[in-house]
């Protein structure tokens, strides 16, 4: 008989180790599945400022693999892997399907998080890694000297034009609006740079390739006047929001919102389904913060630890 786990944890980011140093150490020896991109989203940042406890900053990498380290003292096990499907059993229990052996357990807690979004542009997907991407930390200092474009108009596009003006020569800042969604101390920060040059009211229509098939440039659209020009430059970093990674939920019966984010039962780490639990910006597209994370993981652990003692009862 394969091994029924009390809680199997899919997900890496703050949330997925949160709640797994919350119910290691309440003995509950959780299993933590990688998934695609071990760390998360923070594993992309550079220095998180606003996280309790750093006052000097924090690196978003090692503070994940603080996370980590903190969940394994008391016990948690991490298989490097992805979870493909859950399915409910007649028992109660649930079977993961996963690119490893299937998996059994109690309890799920889906802390599987978001990807970044792209325009939706024809030749998007063989352009990324070929000039396209949406990772300043991982991608920028391949562009040294050259003009790039970060598009979006939201923290994240400024952090990352931000960034950027360390290497590149010039960074254009294209925003659909003429004014950024960004907390005004990002948006300062971005516009204050020198190289940043602000695009306002456009929207990229084209992404330009060369004879070796990179980015080259992109074609943009005025969209209040409706005038189209080109912007000659060798990457575009797109950083306009996430998509919640909830692709392999779908016939779980999970009950999902009209833009794929887990429902969880208000002010708790629960779902509609009895035993599975979320958290994070699985289920969050408000706040999306580290921190907010963090504390869904706490809540769906503790969630979690109840029903497995009630069930005990
Ligand atoms: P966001 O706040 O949702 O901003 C997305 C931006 O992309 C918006 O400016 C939006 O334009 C634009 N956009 C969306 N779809 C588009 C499309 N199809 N074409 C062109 N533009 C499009 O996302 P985010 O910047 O990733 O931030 C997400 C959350 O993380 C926020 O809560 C943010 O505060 C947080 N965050 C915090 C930090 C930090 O504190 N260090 C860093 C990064 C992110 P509109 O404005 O017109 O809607």
């Known amino acids: 008989m394969p091994k029924t786990e009390n809680v199997i944890i899919i997900g890496t980011g703050c949330?997925?180790?949160t709640a797994a140093i919350y119910t290691a150490r309440a003995n509950l020896e959780p299993l933590v599945i990688s998934g695609e991109q071990p760390g998360g989203q923070l594993t992309t940042t550079t220095e998180v400022e606003n996280y309790p406890g750093f006052p000097g900053g924090i690196d978003g990498?090692?503070?994940?693999?603080?996370?980590?380290?903190?969940?394994?003292r008391f016990g948690t096990r991490v298989e490097y892997s992805m979870v493909t499907g859950i399915e409910?059993?007649?028992?109660?229990?649930f079977v993961l399907k996963n690119t490893g052996e299937d998996l059994h357990a109690k309890t799920v807690i889906i802390a599987t998080g978001a990807s970044p979004r792209h325009l939706g542009l024809p030749n998007e997907k063989e352009l990324i890694g070929r000039g396209l991407t949406s990772c300043a930390t991982?991608?920028?200092?391949?562009?040294?000297?050259?003009?790039v474009a970060v598009i979006g108009g939201g923290d994240s596009a400024c952090e990352e034009a931000t960034f950027l003006t360390r290497f590149a020569s010039k960074v254009y800042l294209i925003h659909r609006r003429d004014e950024l969604r960004a907390s005004k101390i990002m948006a300062d920060r971005a516009l204050g740079q020198e190289k940043i040059e602000p695009v306002w009211d456009s929207q990229v229509t084209e992404y330009l390739t060369d004879d070796e098939g990179k980015v080259r440039g992109v074609t943009i659209e005025n969209?209040?006047?409706?005038?189209?020009?080109?912007l000659d430059l060798k990457c575009v970093f797109v950083a306009i929001g996430h998509i919640p990674n909830t692709q392999f939920l779908e016939d779980t019966g999970v009950k999902l919102d009209e833009n794929g984010y887990i429902i969880q039962k208000p002010g708790t780490g629960k779902t509609d389904i009895a035993g599975i639990f979320a958290a994070g910006d699985v289920a969050d597209?408000?706040?999306?913060?580290?921190?907010?994370?963090?504390?869904?993981?706490?809540?769906?652990?503790?969630?979690?630890?109840?029903?497995?003692?009630?069930?005990?009862e």
């Not at 409910?88 to 229990?93: A, C, L």
């Not at 991982?138 to 003009?147: E, I, K, L």
């Not at 969209?223 to 080109?230: A, I, V």
């Open 15 to 17: 949330a997925g180790w």
């Open 61 to 72: 990498p090692e503070l994940m693999v603080n996370m980590q380290k903190q969940a394994e």
């Open 88 to 93: 409910k059993q007649e028992d109660g229990t």
């Open 138 to 147: 991982c991608d920028g200092a391949f562009y040294p000297d050259v003009p």
């Open 223 to 230: 969209r209040k006047t409706g005038d189209k020009s080109e």
């Open 285 to 312: 597209h408000v706040y999306r913060q580290a921190i907010t994370a963090a504390g869904n993981g706490c809540q769906a652990a503790l969630d979690a630890e109840r029903f497995l003692a009630d069930l005990d």
